[in-house]
T-cell receptor, first 113, second 114 residues
Framework: GDSVTQMEGPVTLSEEACLTI???????????LFWYVQYPGEGLQLLLK?????DKGSNKGFEATYRKETTSFHLEKGSVQVSDSAVYFC????????????FGSGTKLNVKP | NAGVTQTPKFQVLKTGQSMTLQCAQD?????MYWYRQDPGMGLRLIYY???????DKGEVPNGYNVSRLNKREFSLRLESAAPSQTSVYFC?????????????FGQGTRLTVV
């Protein structure tokens, strides 16, 4: 079945460091891929998405590229800020059932000043 | 815009008590979901509703019931709460139109069963 695997956390970085959070997926066909962010005490909110191979999603300095050949959608940011401290979830939606979202287990990011 | 609204935000129950978590969305979405979030487990789907009048089980439905009261509202009921149901519960909604479908989440309900 469809699934998402993302790197375990927590990830601890100093401010202005580079970030990569790995995400790989298993799916039939061409799913849409998402990164959601959850700030402390809040619900999840969409950070970025990509709907086809080689698409790059970007928002708030974060980027992720849909790589069909490696079934990956890694989240990257060149210079993190303390305000980026949150839990990040990779997710996919199947092209055969747009009611089904599959989420990874989440990666907690701590950014120190 | 309110988006997805969940009530209550916090609740403490005694083992065996019952309660209903309420969720409402104002985006006219057809699909609604209930997830639970536990440390190290990510989000697990409890139930979902693809349209008004329909509900389906997710990964972890045991111990829960749901009602899709109308297009706006989707409630989750715990008939006899157990400590294993201590968790953070999220309601979400979406409009499954295609590849750009995305889910919108409420703020969560933190439930403790003692």
């Amino acid at each position: 079945g469809d699934s998402v695997t993302q790197m375990e956390g927590p990830v601890t970085l100093s401010e202005e460091a580079c970030l990569t959070i790995n995400c790989t997926y298993t799916a039939t066909g061409y799913p849409s891929l998402f990164w959601y962010v959850q700030y402390p005490g809040e619900g999840l909110q969409l950070l970025l998405k990509a709907t086809k191979a080689d698409d790059k999603g970007s928002n708030k300095g974060f980027e992720a590229t849909y790589r069909k050949e490696t079934t990956s959608f890694h989240l990257e940011k060149g210079s993190v800020q303390v305000s980026d401290s949150a839990v990040y979830f990779c997710a996919l939606i199947s092209p055969y059932n747009f009611n089904k979202f599959y989420f990874g287990s989440g990666t907690k990011l701590n950014v120190k000043p | 815009n309110a988006g997805v609204t969940q009530t209550p935000k916090f609740q403490v129950l005694k083992t065996g008590q019952s309660m209903t978590l309420q969720c409402a969305q104002d985006m006219n979405h057809n699909s609604m979901y209930w997830y639970r979030q536990d440390p190290g487990m990510g989000l697990r789907l409890i139930y979902y509703s693809a349209s008004e009048g329909t509900t389906d089980k997710g990964e972890v439905p045991n111990g829960y019931n749901v009602s899709r009261l109308n297009k706006r509202e989707f409630s989750l009921r715990l008939e006899s709460a157990a400590p294993s149901q201590t968790s953070v519960y999220f309601c979400a909604s979406s409009e499954p139109t295609g590849a750009n479908t995305e889910a919108f989440f409420g703020q969560g309900t933190r439930l403790t069963v003692v």
